[in-house]
C-alpha cells in the first residue's frame, strides 16, 4: 500500500497521463537543476511540462491511465515532457531546443495516441508542418477540382463571347 503522499503523486500522474496528447521520455541523468528549468522554460510556450518520474510511480499511474505504451519508456532516470495540445508544437519545441542547446538529454521515445514513437520517429514528427498549414494544404487541395472546373467552363463562355464580337466587328466593317 502506497504512503499518502505517494498515492497523491500517482493521481496527479494519471491526471496527467489521462489529459496528455504526446508524452516524451529522456534520461536526465547528469543534468542540472538550471538545464532542467532552461529545457522547461523553452518548451512552456507549447502547452508542455516537463517532470521527473520515479518509475514504478509511473507505471502505477499509467497503468491507472489506461496507458500501457508508457510503461515501455519507463526505466531508468525518466524526465518526461509531457504536451497537452498540439503535438507537432510540443516536439518541435522539444527538439529545437535540444538542438541550440546541445543539452545532452537522450530521449528513449514518446506515446502519441496510444502508439510508442521511436526517437527518429519524434523528430519526423517535429518536422511537419503545423496543424493550421495542413488545415490549408488539405483545403487547398480539396479546392482544386472546383476552381479547374469554374476555369474550364468560364473559358469556354468567354470563347463564345469572343467569337461573338469578332463576328459584330465584322459585320460592321463590311
Known amino acids: 500500500m502506497p504512503t499518502p503522499k505517494k498515492a497523491t503523486t500517482i493521481d496527479e500522474l494519471t491526471e496527467l497521463f489521462a489529459r496528455s496528447t504526446l508524452s ?35 507505471r502505477l499511474a499509467a497503468n491507472a491511465a489506461n496507458r500501457p505504451a508508457m510503461l515501455e519508456l519507463l526505466g531508468g532516470p525518466t524526465a518526461l515532457v509531457v504536451s497537452f495540445g498540439d503535438q507537432v508544437a510540443a516536439a518541435k519545441a522539444l527538439t529545437e531546443y535540444l538542438r541550440t542547446s546541445r543539452l545532452a538529454f537522450p530521449l528513449r521515445g514518446a506515446e502519441m495516441d496510444g502508439r510508442v514513437l521511436s526517437p527518429e520517429a519524434l523528430n519526423s514528427l517535429a518536422t511537419l508542418p503545423s496543424k493550421e ?42
Open 24 to 58: 516524451v521520455a529522456g534520461d536526465y541523468r547528469g543534468l542540472k537543476v538550471s538545464d532542467l528549468m532552461a529545457l522547461r522554460r523553452a518548451v512552456r510556450s507549447s502547452n508542455t511540462e516537463v517532470h521527473v518520474v520515479k518509475n514504478t510511480l509511473g
Open 133 to 174: 498549414v495542413l488545415l490549408a494544404q488539405m483545403l487547398g487541395t480539396m479546392q482544386s477540382p472546383m476552381t479547374g472546373l469554374v476555369t474550364v467552363m468560364n473559358q469556354v463562355i468567354a470563347g463564345f463571347v469572343r467569337v461573338l464580337d469578332a463576328r459584330a466587328k465584322q459585320m460592321a466593317s463590311a
